[in-house]
């Protein structure tokens, strides 16, 4: 008799152990050859999989790259949503940032030189970064919105003074990110990088204080 209570669990094993033998494959490929000159074919071959298996979990090349890129578009909403009673969108923030800091986040840019020099390199990994970034940004948006019940005055449901806070507070968190991967380009170990970065991200977030420090405070 088949237990049918473990078998989702059981195919959803085999689908993560796929789709993470396909991103390191890729990644593996593109640190070699270049993101631009390595073909889905050629990752298919590498993983041991059908091409048509790869196109399911990764639809698009560069996310086989950034097989974060959920992660990294959601971290910034996430952080307002879950910030403290009592804790403004910029504190909680401005704690997620150097918390990331502090533990090497790869969603931070601590991914190694191979990683940052293989994005260097290719002007297509880079757009999509800053796509991932500009969609981060209106993720942050939509929630400060929610956080302050502002009246929506777009399509997405987000007011105007939400854009812009969301601009300012995805600004840091971007200038952040090109720092580490400027100094891991550089040659900089990780724990020097961290060391370096926090005290600037830290005087980005408290220059952000007069305009930002008492918006989108979650009630006790």
């Known amino acids: 008799m088949t237990d049918t209570g473990t078998t989702p669990n059981l195919r959803e094993l085999n689908k993560r152990r796929t789709r993470e033998a396909i991103s390191h494959a890729a990644t593996r490929l593109f640190i070699e050859r270049g993101f631009d000159r390595t073909t889905i074919a ?65 969603r931070l840019g601590f991914s190694g030189p191979d990683f940052a020099r293989t994005i260097a390199e290719s002007p297509a990994l880079g757009a999509r970064l800053r796509e991932l970034h500009e969609q981060s940004e209106a993720a942050l948006a939509e929630a400060l919105a929610e956080a302050v019940h502002a009246t929506p005055d777009d399509a997405q449901g987000v007011d105007f003074e939400s854009r812009v806070a969301a601009a300012l507070l995805a600004a840091v968190d971007r200038a952040v990110l090109s720092e580490v991967f400027r100094r891991t380009l550089a040659g900089e170990d990780q724990a020097a990088i961290a060391t370096a970065v926090h005290p600037s991200a830290a005087q980005a977030f408290d220059r952000l204080e007069g305009a930002l420090g008492s918006y989108a405070v979650r009630e006790s």
Do not use: Q, W, Y
Not at 60 to 75: G, M, P, Q, T
């Open 42 to 106: 050629e990752v298919a071959a590498a993983a041991g999989v059908a091409k048509m298996t790869v196109t399911n979990h990764f639809p698009r090349k560069e996310d086989l790259f950034f097989d974060l890129h959920e992660e990294i578009v959601d971290r910034l909403p996430l952080a307002v949503a879950e910030r403290a009673p009592g804790e403004s969108a910029l504190a909680a923030l401005r704690r997620d940032c150097l918390a990331g800091l502090e533990r090497h986040d790869p």
